[in-house]
């Protein structure tokens, strides 16, 4: 790197930092400033933007099936899976007609880059980052030398939020302590909006009036510790306020993904989302199972495995073990890189306390199992600012692409508002983010 080119590189490293806001983004939590952001084959870009209408397409397909299945008009046992380790009063709210038709405003999948394309390892309705993205954004398109677009704009993650509350004179977004982390970012996000429309506010807000919006960024497993949702939530199914995300855990299951794969649901699938939707998804998300102990006849097998009991899992050889236990939802350990087990990456003895910690979940807190289709690696670079200086780094990348949903009914439309890259060091198996990790946002 000749003279000029490394001014020009410290001088946009040290850009990014001046802009970050006084109090940070993330409460307590860092990561390494990449000087460019990370580049995507404008191949893959449209794709992203294709995908937004898949998923929104998806949930309103799983919204359908669980009805259905409550109602006795599908399998019951998808409404039992999906209905396990709930409180009933959170079953009955879900299952409220005021609820009927309402869908996550915000999806953010994780997709893992790997060597044959992307691979959607989870959907997420209630996601952090959506400050941070629109910040990376906003920041690296304004740098004094930015060459390519971002993905959505300086301003796409601004106008994706704004855009689904439609117009609401007034959105709370109320926040837990178990979401404080992101409690930064969100205040960026409501200055940029404009605070007189736009305010976090906290568990204990109460001052709701009717026309207002409600963001919900808290998890429904730890409503008991959110003074206020009871109140929203009544609000909400008296129509006195629009509320986003609705209080419907199942959207927030990664069994869903297990239900995709489920053999026995292949007819409703390919007619709820059409044969092309239905093949893309297919193509890419990893085969994954729902794991239940419920014993299986003498001539029985797990589907794809060849496993006839589930605790056979742990006599898997570490080369067999391409695969990832992780909790499914509604619980404490359901979100960031809590609950999640790489079979390759650990012993025999970690591995099988791992199934068995799965096994006993079941009725609480289920588990699934899904494939690891490992990331390739990508090249990248940090700035040092200690030692003033670029430094390479061989990482794996997770992309979390924000769709932003618009319009009400058929109407409604998936936006892409931005994509938030996360490159972390090739040794790290699990891909979040970390300390050590590179957050940019995504160009094409």
Not at 130 to 149: C, D, E, F, H, V
Not at 185 to 202: P, R, T, Y
Request: glycine letters at 8%; one cysteine or more; charged letters at 25%.
């Amino acid at each position: 790197m000749d003279h000029a080119t490394k001014l020009q590189t410290e001088e946009e490293a040290r850009f990014i930092r001046k802009q970050l806001p006084a109090g940070g983004l993330f409460a307590g939590h860092h990561w390494r400033i990449s000087p460019a952001p990370f580049r995507l084959e404008p191949k893959l870009v449209e794709e992203l933007d294709r995908l937004g209408r898949v998923l929104l397409q998806f949930n309103r397909a799983v919204n359908l099936l669980y009805r259905q299945s409550a109602a006795g008009q599908q399998p019951a046992w998808v409404a039992h899976w999906l209905d396990q380790g709930k409180p009933p009063e959170l079953i009955e709210l879900q299952r409220s007609s005021a609820f009927k038709n309402d869908l996550p405003r915000v999806i953010r999948p994780d997709l893992l880059l790997t060597d044959s394309g992307i691979s959607i390892t989870e959907l997420d309705s209630v996601p952090g980052g959506i400050g941070l993205t629109a910040w990376l954004n906003q920041t690296y398109s304004q740098m004094p030398n930015a060459k390519s677009p971002i993905v959505g704009g300086s301003d796409g993650m601004l106008r994706g939020f704004d855009g689904i509350f439609g117009d609401a004179p007034k959105v709370h977004i109320v926040v837990s302590d178990e979401s404080s982390t992101y409690r930064p970012e969100m205040e960026w996000l409501c200055q940029q909006l404009g605070s007189s429309k736009f305010e976090v506010q906290s568990s204990k807000f109460s001052e709701f009036e009717p026309g207002q919006a409600v963001y919900r960024f808290f998890e429904l497993f730890d409503v008991a510790n959110v003074a206020n949702a009871p109140l929203i939530f009544t609000l909400a199914q008296e129509k006195k306020i629009r509320l986003t995300a609705p209080p419907k855990a199942y959207l927030e299951e990664k069994m869903l993904l297990a239900l995709l794969w489920n053999r026995n649901l292949r007819g409703f699938w390919r007619q709820e989302l059409g044969e092309r939707f239905f093949e893309t998804l297919l193509r890419l998300v990893p085969y994954t199972w729902i794991v239940d102990p419920t014993p299986l006849p003498p001539h029985g097998a797990i589907p794809e495995l060849g496993l006839t009991d589930w605790h056979q899992l742990k006599s898997l050889s570490q080369r067999e073990r391409e695969l990832i236990l992780k909790v499914s939802g509604f619980s404490e350990s359901a979100w960031g890189a809590r609950g999640v087990y790489l079979g390759s990456d650990l012993s025999t003895g970690d591995w099988s306390e791992a199934v068995d910690l799965a096994l006993q979940s079941q009725g609480r807190s289920p588990f699934v199992l899904q494939r690891y289709h490992k990331p390739r690696t990508v090249e990248s670079s940090w700035f040092d600012f200690n030692r003033n200086e670029l430094i390479p780094m061989t990482g794996r990348v997770r992309l979390c692409p924000y769709y932003f949903i618009h319009g009400d009914g058929d109407a409604a439309r998936a936006n892409l508002g931005g994509v938030l890259a996360t490159i972390c060091p090739a040794d790290k198996k699990i891909i979040h983010g970390m300390k050590d990790a590179i957050l940019a946002p995504a160009c094409a």
